[in-house]
């Protein structure tokens, strides 16, 4: 199973940026995606997640300014960024989980992941 990310770059604040996530080796269908990101000596969070019913979890810091979506057909995930902030800056990493999706009970961060993408850094910085 592959993740490869693509869609990083430069961007204003203020700005928007549009990560995807393409997966091989695997039927999306069945499985949550999401995105995890690491800023420089910051631990690694979870900053959202889509399971397979498209039922969508963020994290409160990008509630209202990301949107993650999904195209099964594609086997592809992306994540919409607007309103970029300084710090949002990471390098942000695609994730696929085999078992259950997210829930209110564990959220994000109380799950493990099985498959993570290489990353891709956003930098936003006037």
């Known amino acids: 199973v592959h993740l490869v990310e693509s869609g990083g770059g430069v961007a204003q604040p203020g700005g928007s940026v549009r990560l995807a996530c393409e997966v091989s080796?695997?039927?999306?269908?069945?499985?949550?995606i999401g995105w995890f990101r690491q800023a420089h000596k910051r631990e690694r969070e979870g900053v959202s997640c889509?399971?397979?019913?498209?039922?969508?979890y963020y994290r409160d810091s990008v509630k209202g300014r990301f949107t993650i979506t999904r195209d099964n057909a594609k086997n592809t995930a992306y994540l919409q960024m607007e309103s970029l902030k300084p710090e949002d800056t990471a390098v942000y990493y695609c994730?696929?989980?085999?078992?259950?999706?997210?829930?209110?009970?564990?959220?994000?961060?109380?799950?493990?992941?099985?498959?993570w993408g290489q990353g891709t850094s956003v930098t936003v910085s006037s």
């Open positions: 994730v696929v989980r085999l078992g259950p999706g997210w829930n209110m009970a564990t959220g994000m961060e109380g799950l493990e992941f099985d498959y």
């Open positions: 080796g695997l039927f999306l269908d069945n499985y949550a």
């Open positions: 889509i399971n397979s019913d498209g039922s969508p």
